[in-house]
């Protein structure tokens, strides 16, 4: 079935001209197309049905390899986009067209069989990014506009990264064995760009937080682009020669990203804010997970390389799944004000599925964030018994950080859950996000019941990728748990660790339903404690975190103001305060450089520049 | 030294003010504009009240029941989170009205002993000497001596107690639990002795009510100050205790008294001017560290000080009487454990007619409400614990 | 240098017997006054009666020494109710509605090291929420009166309320007392009372004795 590839390239582009006759149809194609891309990515992985490359001169469209899990985690990211849309603004038909847009590009990426159309899809991806925040008139200029800078310079490296790559195999397919670690690191480099990794973090929270972006594009930028960023380094990083020293370079990357994320997400006020910035965290503990792969596969090592992919996927789809859904809940109020947002309208499903999207992203077992922690984890602490004693040294360094930041992770996102959840007065939009967020809560949920299902899924797929010489299962019946129950570890001989989320919700259940039952009838209610007066104002959620921001004060840079009896207390995020510094001498640099060269309108000339990149590219695939 | 512009203390008394100055026993009248310029102490409200705001500034609520003080006391914390940048604090919950002025001296004495229990013999003193100046009666000075025991041991009492609780808020149990146990056995001689572990009942207008044998008192105060110093030789090599109460809440001169004033490294104490100490050889423990730990090492010291003061009368028989001077030239005050306490009074026959009391609790408030914000929230207790303030003294005696 | 455990050790046990031995001492005005003269005396508590001395309203001064003296007995209490309930554990919250502070110190005093009742399974909470027991001291605040209502609703059952001291009992020589306004089951009098007359009051009220 060739024509199958093309089929799944085109659908998404459907959804442009139904937007433009109306937003709801679009939505409805979308969620259908998505479901059923979906179930067909499932039967891919179970090797049930499989689909040929497509080739029509220099238009290679492929979907095999790690395409197809990546593809599978970011069509549902789409599905929960669309359900999202459809309740919230249905009728907005310049979003629906925007938003399909850059589904189509996304999707897109992925089938793409060579560099140039890879280029050329991830280059239109961030156009309509940059389209998807900036389409409103009354958006602040500059958020877009770092998105835009920061997106292209992700192109940049990309472009030269693939030249290289052209150059040292020859080939301009994907797939090519490429021995040059530098050009590696330059094509990672360009995907963790996008990804928004410290000290480029701003790329992730900026536009998100401050561009007046709608929710449905935070979702695409914070779970979809970072979720295919990842897929680009695992594509060339799978390929390629394995390196050493770039694989600890990334794994040290990623802690100083993930620990750095964290914090920053603890002391976030902003609602949308704080899940960005959570998103670093998570892009900090892939990019460990991807320097893993990259060393255990010059180790040759295929068990471990299984079980490190593995690792990667569940946690990318852990992670991709519940960020979508805590930015659905963000999606409540129109303010970001975490003080300000009350969730009256949610039904309890609704409260418990935005409960268990935050559990998740806590990385608490058995939760799919906690399965994607442990597997993080796990893989850390395999590889700090390794005999090779710089990687030993480095493994047990980053898992420990990586631990704090998991530790830090759990009151981010207790704050975050207590306070986007109260119950308040005067808010009605709880019918907008109420039925998406319960869809969501019950996939994540879904995650954690099916967590041996995926497991298999994923352990089958990686095995019959032929880069990996093995064809191991990471489920097991030991323990007196029933076969498919148990996840382990590999270790060199035998088992490492051990992990049944379905054992832990049948104990926190069994448990549950136990203590309610024999305490029926005996619950007491009894007004709030408070030194026998009543209550006064509430904890906000900014002293929530300030007891860390007062301890991490050179890190937060936090500044005390006071005039008279008025306090304020502002916190930057220094490697922002860093990189417009650096802006500012630049830009003071290239005003005068301007005067003397040309005498034009810079906005006219990004555009132009943009253009003209674009169509460039268009004539190279033609 | 004290509430700016030298003032020490006021009331209110028939719609005039009065306020008391600094090293003096009478009162001048004055206004109620200047009386609220002093920021004293609220008499309206009764309230130590320093409201701020600002973006994410709220009143954190402790008190005014929790276990974590020995009184009942509200504090308003203004913070963020975690840090503290001012207090209101409210202490009217537990106010009392004493009623006073009318007694008969007997009664008079029984209620200012119930005014502040654990510092009962230094109000009682206080009121019992300024009523003997007013009638002319002329103590004999085995009474004299009887009284300075009482006062000294009660001190250190105080002081052991306070030290207790620092160690206590500061984790230090083992020292904090000896402490208590030292506290204890110098409580039980008392009691054996006077026949009341608060010396309840003991002071009456010229002479004491239970005859005791001072002496005995000495000796206990003396082998417990040997264990007290021993404890403190294990405190003192503590950098965890030291780290924890060193800069903790700085206070600056405004408001202090006694102990606390001594730790900003003023030479003021009360005793130096008090006829009954006339010419005891003690010295003013001072020190300059202004925070909980400066308190703590006056505190520690003023035991040494107090032992001493009981050892000169103790050990001497050629102490004189005469040296021991007279009440006539002055009183008026009296330097309580936690500083200087002030009173006023007017008698008429055997009953009291007017009273009016200044205590040393009143303004050290203030001093730890100002030197409170910039600390965190869990340095409360042992800051509170090192100005040795008894909101019991707070109330109103008319 | 010291060395804490040590000293500890050299020191031995200082912790009493009570209540299975005798008290080793005890506050001797602090307890009841008993009748050994003819000779009319005043009370300015107005405590003293045909009957003996009341022990709510008796206020420890000694002022009535020329025909009474200190009975030195430990049984100054009246308890209303037992709880037997709370014979393992008893946690206490202490609330101070208007005392001069000795009561506080000699209720904390139980925990000294002389004393301990930690052995007995006494305890202090910070909060009424974990607290068996909550015991009132000092004369009736208005202020006072919701928060003791609230921290008795507080308290999960069973538990009980305890009055320490002449002032909630009679209001002392000072004010009202604050025994009308609360049920108590236990009423411990004394101004102070000694730390042994509470600690025997709280076996009592527990079912131990």
Sequence with gaps: ?622 | MSGGNGVNGFFEKEGKYYVIKDDSHSYEESSREFVEKLEIYNPIMGIYQHKVTGENVFPFNYGPSTGGMVETVDFKIYTYGERILSVDILPEFKKRKIQVSGSKFDEAILKIERFNGFHSFSYSTLMVREIEAKLGINVDAEVIKARITLLETERIISHIFKTARLCESASQNVAAHWLFSLREELMRTVATLTGHRYMFGVNRVGGLRRTFDYRKVIESVNSINMQYQKILDGLFVSRIFIDRIENTCIVGEEFCRGPTLRATGIPYDYRMMDPYYGKLNFEVVTEDGKDSLARFLVFSSEVSQSVNILNQFSNSDSFEISELGSVENGSGGIETPSGDARIVLEIHKDSISAIHIRTPSMLNMEAFARGISGNVKTDIPFAFESFGIWICEMGDVV | MRIWPLDSIKNGILTTGFPKRKNETISPWSTIPEKFGQEDVYCPADAISPEGVNLKKCISCGLCSKSYEPSLRTDNYILQRQEPRLRKSFKIFTVDSGSCGACNTELMAIANPLYDVSRLGIFFTNTPKQADAIVIMGIYNEKMEPVIKAAIEAMSKPSVVILLGACPLSGNILGKGIEAMVDPDLIIGGCPPDPFVIIEALEKVRGKL
């Design chain 1, 1 to 622: 079935m060739i024509f199958t590839l093309i089929l799944l390239f085109i659908i998404p582009f459907i959804t442009l001209p139904l937007s433009l006759v109306s937003g709801k149809s679009s939505y409805y194609f979308g969620i259908v197309f998505t479901i059923s891309e979906a179930a067909l990515m499932i039967l891919l992985m179970a090797n049930i049905y499989s689909i040929p490359a497509f080739t029509a001169g220099k238009f290679n469209l492929i979907l095999t390899g790690v395409a197809v899990p990546f593809l599978f985690i970011i069509l549902v990211v789409e599905l929960m986009v669309y359900i999202f849309s459809l309740f919230y603004i249905p009728d907005d038909r310049r979003l629906a067209f925007f938003v399909g847009l850059t589904v189509s590009s996304i999707d897109s990426v992925l089938l793409s069989g060579n560099i140039i159309l890879f280029l050329m899809f991830w280059e239109s991806m961030t156009i309509s990014g940059y389209l998807l925040i900036g389409y409103k008139k009354e958006t602040k200029a500059y958020p877009p506009f770092v998105f835009i800078s920061f997106g292209e310079l992700s192109t940049i490296f990309l472009i030269i990264g693939f030249a290289a790559y052209y150059v040292s195999t020859g080939s301009l397919l994907l797939g090519g064995v490429l021995n040059n670690p530098y050009i590696l690191l330059i094509i990672i480099l360009g995907f963790t760009f996008k990804m928004g990794i410290v000290p480029l973090q701003m790329v992730e929270w900026l536009p998100i937080a401050h561009g007046n972006s709608p929710t449905s594009g935070s979702i695409l930028f914070s779970a979809a682009m970072t979720t295919l960023a990842l897929y680009g380094i695992v594509q060339f990083v799978v390929s390629s020669a394995s390196s050493f020293a770039l694989g600890l370079i990334l794994m040290l990357v990623g802690a100083f990203s993930l620990v750095f994320g964290s914090i920053f997400a603890l002391s976030s006020e902003n609602s949308k804010m704080l899940p960005a910035y959570s998103t670093v965290e998570n892009s900090g503990a892939m990019i460990i997970l991807v320097g893993l792969l990259i060393v255990w596969k010059g180790m040759n090592d295929p068990t471990m390389m299984a079980f490190v992919l593995l690792g990667i996927l569940v946690y990318a789809t852990a992670h991709a799944w519940a960020k979508s859904s805590i930015f659905i809940l963000s999606g409540i109020s129109e303010s970001h004000d975490m003080n300000s947002i009350n969730t009256s309208g949610l039904s309890s499903y609704a409260r418990f599925s935005a409960g268990i999207s935050a559990i998740s992203l806590m990385g608490l077992a058995p939760l799919g964030g906690g399965i994607g922690e442990w597997l993080l984890l796990e893989s850390l602490f395999i590889s700090s018994i390794s005999a090779n004693l710089i990687f030993a040294v480095v493994a047990i360094v980053t898992g420990s950080i990586a631990a704090l930041g998991a530790g830090i992770a759990i009151p981010t996102f207790t704050k975050y859950f207590n306070f986007t959840s109260r119950k308040g007065n005067g808010s009605n939009d709880g019918f907008k996000i109420g039925i998406p967020i319960s869809i969501s809560g019950t996939i994540i949920l879904g995650i954690t019941v099916l967590a041996p299902a995926f497991i298999y899924m994923y352990s089958y797929f990686i095995g019959n990728i032929p880069l990996f010489a093995t064809h191991t299962i990471f489920l097991s019946n030991l323990k007196g748990i029933i076969f498919p129950f148990l996840i382990f570890s590999p270790a060199k001989s035998g088992f490492f660790g051990f992990l049944s989320p379905p054992f832990d919700i049948l104990f926190i259940g069994v448990t549950a339903i136990v203590v309610s039952f024999i305490a029926r009838g005996k619950e007491r209610k009894i007004p709030i404690w408070n030194g026998g007066i009543e209550q006064g104002e509430q904890l906000n959620s900014f002293a929530y975190a300030n007891t860390l921001r007062i301890i991490l004060k050179k890190v937060y840079f936090s500044k005390e103001e006071r005039e008279g009896s008025r306090y304020h207390e502002r916190t930057f995020d220094i490697f922002w305060i860093l990189i417009i510094d650096l802006t500012r001498l630049y830009s003071r640099f290239s005003s005068r450089f301007g005067r003397f060269v040309m005498n034009g309108n810079i906005n006219r000339y990004v555009q132009y520049i943009i253009i003209a990149l674009f169509v460039v590219l268009i004539m190279v695939v033609v």
